[in-house]
């Protein structure tokens, strides 16, 4: 199976893209990447990196190497919500990434099988974009916003595309530490349980749309309990 993944520099993406290489299941990974990866990594067979400077537009040649992705994984995004910076960064990005890589013929390997978008939103997003909010109001809303669209662009797209939103809490290193274990105590997921949450929904789909921290966290644990079986 072929993805499409963004956001491959980040502290999730980084799991996630070490998850699918390591995946016989997947066996081509295209990065939509500012840039360079590690050459360690992007020596991997099974990898193709792709710098691009605009999240927002897809030229011709960078269309046809996604051809026959039947899922992408979008872990791109920034912290700063303010602005115009802020919303181009998250909002303007993912709503032109999966309308482009759903609707057109390029990235398609059969226009019967919709192509799984699974967008990395994060806790307290919140949807009601009327709702009074006394924390972190503008990244909430502007997550909701972006959670609205998807979920509307299945509605209108539903045989093009598959929208899927996971929800971590505080995501947490894999190694152990004070600050780890601390943290813990509240909501919060090992970001290897969110990659292997994250892995299987673009490999097999979800029959959530909106996947929360509790059910990652159980998903998760669980594969990488399976995984470690097989080792």
Not at 4 to 14: C, D, Q
Not at 90 to 96: E, G, I, K, R, S
Not at 98 to 112: C, I, N
Not at 197 to 204: E, F, H, K, S
């Amino acid at each position: 199976m072929k993805i499409i993944l963004t956001g491959s520099t980040g502290f999730i993406g980084k799991e996630v893209l070490h998850q699918c290489l390591n995946s016989p299941h997947i066996t081509s990974i295209v990065a939509l990447t500012r840039r360079e990866l590690p050459k360690e990594v992007a020596s991997d067979p099974k990898l193709k990196t792709i710098i691009l400077k605009d999240f927002t537009a897809y030229p011709d040649d960078v269309l046809q190497e996604l051809a026959g992705a039947e899922a992408c994984i979008w872990a791109l995004g920034s912290a700063t919500a303010k602005a115009e910076a802020g919303r181009k960064a998250n909002f303007d990005t993912t709503l032109a990434g999966a309308k482009t890589f759903s609707t057109s013929p390029a990235s398609q390997l059969e226009p019967r099988k919709p192509l799984r978008f699974v967008y990395v939103s994060g806790m307290l997003a919140e949807r009601n974009q009327e709702k009074t909010l006394w924390l972190a109001q503008e990244g909430r809303r502007m997550r909701g916003q972006i959670e609205n669209e998807l979920v509307a662009l299945q509605k209108q797209h539903g045989d093009s595309v598959a929208a899927f939103v996971v929800r971590p809490w505080m995501v947490l290193s894999k190694e152990k530490t004070v600050m780890s274990a601390v943290a813990s105590m509240g909501p919060s997921i090992r970001v290897d349980e969110l990659a292997a949450a994250i892995v299987n929904i673009a490999l097999n789909g979800s029959e959530r749309q909106i996947v929360d921290n509790d059910v990652l966290v159980r998903e998760g644990r669980h594969l990488l309990k399976l995984r470690s079986k097989t080792v």
